[in-house]
């Protein structure tokens, strides 16, 4: 329903209004098409000022427009009684539009949409901005302290290594100069001939200032089931999922790694590309993938040194004799990461048991988290329940 106001010109900016509009849409269009949006994207090695198009309804004005009623100038032809809707059935105007009931290609206009330009940096800041996410509770004890010098000018006393030899021969240039505009004419070309060496009052050294940073970096860990039943569309969920937190991540420290673990019934570490695009046949072996994310980290990220994050996504399917190991591995995670999650994306129907009921069970863990993935549009709730899980334990 419309409503009418005055317009007030006082205070009143078009401009922004608009703007506020077109964001609004712009918004809604990266969260209805998040999974489109970034499913081809590469997790490492992306261009934050990379451009991609996203569609957007055209922002329309209220007008008055002429009616279509069949036998007079109001709203009704005149059989109207009270409690009937006017502008359904017959007389609702469109031909062939949706809803009408009419068949055929129709003559009506439609909806305008348009394409804009964005970077993948504006989606990440239009998705996590409107979440008013504080701070992850980061581990103190990997912070890393970081020693940097910089320059603030020159000075007449210093070491040897810190001679500025440029600035030197300047000093020494000013004062030779100097000297030729105090001598007489006769006596300059005299003078000519003489060397004119270094003194210390040419030299020049610069000035220093150390500054120590500390440095908070996070890697994280990307552990995915690559069995024949991962088709590429689960995949195409995956990447979409790994993406946004390692964004999430990204934003919150100074650096971040990230490793990728692949795994069937045994478990191996892989690059980005083999991850996603090398598929497996053969059963499935949970544990195999916790159980080489803990070997890395107990070789390359100590948990003293590094915040740690661990997401797994599968199908849900488990070789049910592995489902306790794959629990004593998982808890053994939850006592090194920030955060462990699990996703489950289009779980199999045939399959009688998803894991992720067993793993809810039997992991307690407040750092411990599951979602549900089961279309395209389960993917943002799915991320914001795991994000704000992970603010709740911080």
């Not at 409503?3 to 205070?11: A, E, Q, S, T, V």
């Not at 059989?79 to 006017?86: L, P, V």
């Amino acid at each position: 329903m419309a409503i009418f106001r005055d317009l007030n010109p006082i205070g009143h900016d078009r401009s922004v209004e608009d703007r506020r509009r077109h964001r609004q849409l712009v918004e809604k269009s990266i969260k209805k098409n998040l999974a489109d949006i970034i499913s081809e994207e590469s997790i490492i090695g992306q261009s934050k000022n990379k451009k991609i198009k996203i569609p957007i309804k055209g922002i329309k004005e209220y007008e008055f427009i002429y009616g279509r009623n069949s036998g007079g100038v109001g709203s009704g032809d005149g059989t109207e009684k009270r409690g009937d809707k006017i502008g359904s059935g017959k007389n609702s105007g469109g031909d062939g539009g949706p809803g009408s009931g009419n068949q055929g290609a129709g003559d009506q206009e439609g909806e305008d949409i348009y394409e804009t330009e964005v970077t993948i940096e504006d989606v990440i800041n239009y998705l996590f901005e409107d979440l008013n996410l504080p701070d992850l509770d980061k581990n103190k004890s990997a912070d890393i302290i970081s020693e940097s010098r910089k320059r603030l000018g020159y000075q007449r006393k210093g070491i040897q290594p810190r001679l500025a030899k440029k600035r030197s021969m300047m000093e020494k240039i000013k004062r030779e100069q100097g000297r030729k505009k105090a001598l007489r004419e006769e006596d300059l070309a005299e003078d000519g001939a003489e060397r004119f060496p270094f003194i210390e009052d040419d030299l020049r050294y610069q000035r220093m200032k150390e500054t120590i940073k500390r440095k908070s970096n996070a890697v994280v860990l990307c552990i995915m089931d690559v069995s024949g039943s991962m088709d590429q569309t689960r995949k195409y969920l995956a990447r979409s999922f790994f993406f946004l937190l390692y964004q999430f991540i990204k934003m919150k420290y100074d650096g971040v790694e990230v490793v990728f673990i692949a795994h069937t019934t045994a478990a191996k570490e892989v690059g980005e590309a083999e991850f996603f695009h090398k598929g497996e046949s053969g059963g499935t072996y949970i544990s195999s993938g916790y159980e080489k994310a803990l070997e890395i980290i107990e070789q390359r990220y100590h948990a003293d040194q590094w915040n740690i994050y661990a997401f797994h996504v599968s199908d849900g399917e488990n070789w049910d004799a592995d489902n306790d190991k794959a629990v004593k591995y998982a808890q053994e995670l939850c006592l090194v990461c920030n955060l462990f999650a699990f996703a489950e994306v289009l779980p199999s129907s045939y399959y009688r048991g998803s894991i992720i009921n067993y793993f809810s069970t039997n992991i307690k863990a407040e750092n411990y988290m599951t979602a549900s993935i089961n279309n395209k549009e389960d993917l943002w709730p799915a991320l914001k329940k795991i994000l704000r899980k992970e603010l709740e334990a911080g």
